[in-house]
């Protein structure tokens, strides 16, 4: 559950992930340039489409985030990416909130632009395959990790009551982590050898 609905999270965490959320688009729309505006247009559509396919796991369900490949592959842009699908979403389809769109926002996004900038830079200039499937994997898995926790600390945050969910909820991310590890390893890996400039965010 990525998604918080509104009516759960208490104001201060909702003000809060508005803030951080609209700093991380303001961010994104600085650094975008021209190339980089399709590749986000269409990163965002895969995140929206994805999104509409979930799989139950335990009390909750799981869907593709890609945000470990977003975050690779457009950096800060990966808040402006996820942002638009999470509102495409939530007006078309009543998923998550609209008072919850900066948390949603920050919590999805802000794992996968993190280990993109840390881990990016080596992904794109190592000529080891091996090494870089390996780096690839990780971000996806640990944003997908990071995700869980930053949405299980909303809901702790909010209310005490919510801690035993919050618990539970982050052992459904587990499987999620390993889908988007093979994922993101397989694109990026796919990417360095017919398009590397793909893996370059916008200066």
């Known amino acids: ?22 700093g991380g688009v303001a961010l994104a729309l600085r650094q975008i340039d021209d190339r980089a505006i399709i590749r986000t247009a269409i990163l965002s559509a895969t995140f929206f489409a994805g999104s509409l396919i979930s799989v139950p796991v335990g009390p909750s369900s799981v869907h593709l985030l890609l945000a470990g490949l977003m975050g690779v592959m457009l950096g800060s842009g990966a808040f402006l990416s996820v942002l638009v699908g ?11 909130g609209l008072t919850t769109l900066g948390v949603n926002t920050v919590n999805i996004a802000l794992p996968g632009v993190v280990l993109g900038l840390a881990l990016g830079p080596t992904i794109r200039r190592t000529t080891r395959p091996g090494l870089r499937a390996g780096l690839a994997a990780l971000v996806g ?19 005490p009551a919510y801690a035993p ?8 991310y587990l499987p999620l982590a390993l889908v988007e590890a093979a994922i993101t390893a397989a694109v990026v890996g796919f990417l360095a050898r017919v398009e590397p400039d793909a893996l370059r965010p916008a200066a």
Do not use: K, N, W
Request: with cysteine; aromatic share 4%.
């Open 1 to 22: 559950m990525a998604h918080i609905p509104d009516g759960i999270l208490a104001a201060p965490v909702l003000i809060g992930g508005a803030v951080l959320a609209a």
């Open 86 to 96: 999470l509102v495409l979403q939530a007006l078309l389809f009543g998923f998550g």
């Open 141 to 159: 898995g640990l944003s997908v990790l990071g995700t869980g926790g930053l949405v299980a600390a909303c809901l702790a945050l909010s209310s």
């Open 165 to 172: 969910v919050a618990s539970v909820l982050l052992a459904t």
